[in-house]
């Protein structure tokens, strides 16, 4: 299970460090795709072909089930890190992700999420704009799945 929050910077290459702790549990080979929110999804490939499994029975006469397909399917790419961990973050994965200097690498469950640092700080502290929803306010939607 990836748990944790990193912060790392991306080198003039576009490579970021992978945290060992999440190296190990992603092993040799990953794959990087687009996520939601903002952010990048990093898999392991046992959960990379869960996640392809479960794109692919979508229903494709239903436009957003073709936007996920489209969105995680034609936006991943097979990851290796080199003998220092350091992981390369292709071109369209940085902008689409607005990755500029300093980012952040959280654990979530299955997945590991790349953001930007800014953007994390907003996400994760929101403020009373509406943007992005709170802690207490996803609390209060999970209680009628007994979270």
Not at 14 to 35: A, D, N, S, Y
Not at 77 to 92: M, N, R
Not at 108 to 135: C, L, N
């Amino acid at each position: 299970m990836f748990v944790g929050e990193f912060s790392h910077n991306i080198d003039s290459k576009g490579r970021i460090i992978m945290p060992v702790k999440f190296r190990e549990q992603l092993g040799e080979h990953f794959m990087i795709t687009k996520g939601l929110d903002g952010c990048l999804f990093v898999y392991p490939m046992d959960e990379w072909e869960k996640v392809a499994e479960n794109l692919a029975k979508l229903p494709s006469n239903q436009k957003s089930a073709r936007f996920l397909q489209r969105t995680f399917l034609s936006g991943a790419s097979e990851a290796e890190p080199d003998k220092q961990g350091k992981v390369l973050i292709t071109q369209p994965h940085r902008e689409y992700a607005q990755l500029t200097k300093e980012v952040i690498i959280i654990g979530v469950s299955k997945r590991v999420e790349i953001w930007d640092a800014e953007v994390w700080k907003k996400y994760s502290m929101p403020e009373d704009d509406g943007e992005f929803m709170t802690a207490e306010e996803a609390a209060e939607s999970m209680e009628a799945i007994s979270f």
